[in-house]
Nanobody, 127 residues
Framework: QVQLVESGGGLVQAGGSLRLSCAAS????????MAWFRQAPGKEREFVAV????????NDADSVKGRFTIARDNAKNTVYLQMNSLKPEDTAVYYC????????????????????WGQGTQVTVSS
């Protein structure tokens, strides 16, 4: 059974930092692209960042470029999202997701290409 478990969310002031983690089990982690999505209250879930199998390729949403960094440790079956210079508009539930829809360098941005999802972790940024 595949499990993705997010952690590291919380309440932070604007300008602060948080690091999210997502621990995966029940899948061959190194053969999955891993991504973060987020969903703010009253809004649709949106893509944040993705990293390929062996960290060769990453892709970020324009709204987080230069502030958020995605990384992974295949030895620990874990993907991270380092979030710096947080803004109130970053407030959302953050979800980890796994996709085996493509090859080694694939970095899909579409939710439809992700077959495993975590339960989410809340990030709240106060102004």
């Amino acid at each position: 059974q595949v499990q993705l478990v997010e952690s590291g969310g919380g309440l932070v002031q604007a300008g602060g930092s948080l690091r999210l983690s997502c621990a995966a089990s029940g899948l061959t982690f190194s053969r999955y692209a891993m991504a973060w999505f987020r969903q703010a209250p009253g809004k649709e879930r949106e893509f944040v960042a993705v990293i390929s199998w062996s960290s060769d390729t990453t892709n970020d949403a324009d709204s987080v470029k230069g502030r958020f960094t995605i990384a992974r440790d295949n030895a620990k079956n874990t993907v991270y999202l380092q979030m710096n210079s947080l803004k109130p508009e970053d407030t959302a539930v953050y979800y980890c997701a796994a996709s085996n829809s493509g090859g080694r360098y694939s970095v899909p941005r579409s939710e439809a290409l992700y077959n495993h999802w975590g339960q989410g972790t809340q990030v709240t940024v106060s102004s």
